[in-house]
């Protein structure tokens, strides 16, 4: 189902800088290559985009102009003519993550040139606006470069490890890969002079459309779900499965987020916030997280996310940060009181954790009866024998089996899952259901316990009798994939 992308360019932006944060958060050394041919797309896109943003007027004070980003671009390129002559990594898969943020860039750019041939950088909030955009380019272009060079890192270590005693021409991904390795940390050293410690101050600049009520909000949650439902039904890999519980565990985080600010400005009651939603909402986010880490290992460069899917997520991340975020952090609870009526924001997300039942439900029966799942051999060996060591310090008998054969785990071929790595991924689904059934139950209070304030009174609840008022973690923030060893 192919949708029309109604998200601004500022929620592009953010789309792409949140995309190179989460790949920095879980890069291995197994995803360098493919990331090394991805990245000049990147840079080629922010590029093209920076160039299509309006330039500040002659005499206008903003230190920004275009001298920063043709250096990148240039760097960049060659780089690539560096990977061309020497044939490495050579011809294969492109990084999926970083062919988003290139694709998201590019869509923001077409979006500038179809709709802000209006623009005109003479009053200050449109230059800070401007601004802001530029630095958001410049710091997803800095995140990008140091999760690349991460990756590099890891897999030059990994192929000297692998190589040691062996042919010069085995091991000539070493010299090549540290070439690589210089020339990103140039390139990140250029990148992080510009963004310096300027990127929180730019990023007050953005102008921030809406929210117009809780409707967006409303129409993403059934989006996601819908498009969840569809996309796990017709193809239930990994990779799918991967952003289908990391967005689920980013909406339990935003439902904790929103109907905090609920209670604290009273459309939420706060003893059935503090006693009953905060608790269960919370354990939902860590099952969703930990599902999340098992799907994860399961995962390889190659694999490709529904695109669908993939849109309904970043949808979705955007209606949230229209109501919850502030620029760079949550919205204080009478901001978010301020934008929307927050008792009806709760009454959306009881819903969206209704459904979130039978999404763990489906991942469930995939977990259990799926005979199609599969992984990287190296991830699949160590995954099953850290759950035979943890069910032997259990106290159930361990078997001495061989689950992944050496010549596959040398090869790290792609192979069907063992079944101590099956069993426990039914273990956490399992878990994740329940944790899942006991938000649900805890959300049905809010159909009777949503106060009759109106929107904006800002009235503060009584003082809390529970453990936290503090503001929740951000959606922003990422189920780490597990490394694959």
């Known amino acids: 189902m192919n949708r029309r992308d109604e998200r601004s360019v500022g929620e592009l932006l953010l789309d792409a800088d949140f995309t190179t944060r989460q790949v920095l958060m879980d890069v291995t050394g ?44 240039s760097m960049s390129q060659g780089m690539h003519r560096t990977q061309v002559r020497q044939g490495w990594p050579g011809d294969g898969p492109a990084a999926a993550r970083l062919l988003h943020v290139a ?26 606006d401007l601004d802001a955009a530029r630095m958001r380019i410049m710091h ?32 000539r991904g070493v010299p090549r890969g540290q070439d690589a390795i210089n020339r990103l940390a140039a390139f990140e050293q250029l990148a ?13 600049g953005e102008q921030v459309r809406g929210p117009y009520g809780t409707e ?42 929103i109907l905090h600010a609920g209670a604290r400005t009273g459309h939420v009651d706060t ?42 997520a970043g949808e979705l991340r955007a209606a949230v940060r229209e109501v919850a975020h502030d620029k760079t952090t949550w919205a204080r609870p009478d901001v978010m009181a301020g934008r929307v009526d927050l008792g009806e924001a709760a009454q959306h997300l009881q819903q969206a954790l209704s459904t979130a039942v039978d999404v763990a439900c489906v991942i469930r029966d995939i977990a259990a009866e799926d005979t199609n799942l599969t992984g990287p051999a190296r991830a699949m060996s160590h995954r099953a024998s850290a759950d035979v060591d943890r069910a032997v310090d259990g106290g159930q008998r361990g078997e001495d089996v061989v689950w992944v054969t050496p ?34 139950s805890a959300a049905a209070c809010l159909d009777r316990v949503t106060q009759d304030r109106p929107p904006g009174s800002g009235q503060e609840p009584t003082t809390s009798h529970g453990r936290r008022h503090e503001a929740p973690t951000p959606m922003a923030q990422h189920v780490p994939r597990a490394a694959r060893p």
């Open 30 to 73: 197994e995803d360098a290559p493919a990331m090394l041919r991805t990245w000049g797309e990147v840079v080629q896109s922010a590029s093209e985009l920076w160039a299509t943003l309006p330039q500040p007027i002659r005499g206008a004070t903003s230190p920004i102009d275009g001298v920063t980003m043709g250096r990148l671009e």
């Open 103 to 128: 694709e998201t860039l590019t869509r923001a750019a077409d979006l500038i040139g179809r709709r802000g041939g209006h623009i005109r950088p003479t009053d200050t909030a449109v230059r800070a």
């Open 140 to 171: 997803t272009l800095y995140v990008g470069a140091h999760g690349v060079g991460v990756a590099a890192r890891q897999h030059v270590a990994d192929v000297e490890l692998s190589t040691r005693g062996k042919s010069s021409r085995e091991g």
């Open 192 to 204: 992080g002079a510009y963004v310096g410690n300027r990127f929180a101050r730019a990023a007050q």
């Open 216 to 257: 967006r909000l409303q129409q993403a949650l059934i989006g996601w779900d819908i498009q969840a439902h569809r996309t796990l039904a017709a193809s239930p890999t990994a990779a799918n499965l991967l952003l289908a519980s990391r967005t689920q565990a980013g909406i339990a985080t935003a439902a904790g987020a």
């Open 271 to 312: 003893d059935a916030y503090e006693h009953r939603l905060a608790p269960t909402v919370d354990a939902t986010q860590v099952a969703w997280t930990h599902v999340a880490s098992r799907w994860a290992e399961m995962t390889s460069p190659a694999d490709r996310t529904d695109l669908d899917l993939v849109h309904a």
């Open 407 to 440: 010549g596959d785990v040398y090869a790290n071929r792609t192979v069907a899952i063992p079944e101590p790595v099956r069993a426990g991924l039914v273990d956490a689904t399992d878990t994740l259901v329940q944790t899942a059934g006991n938000a649900m």
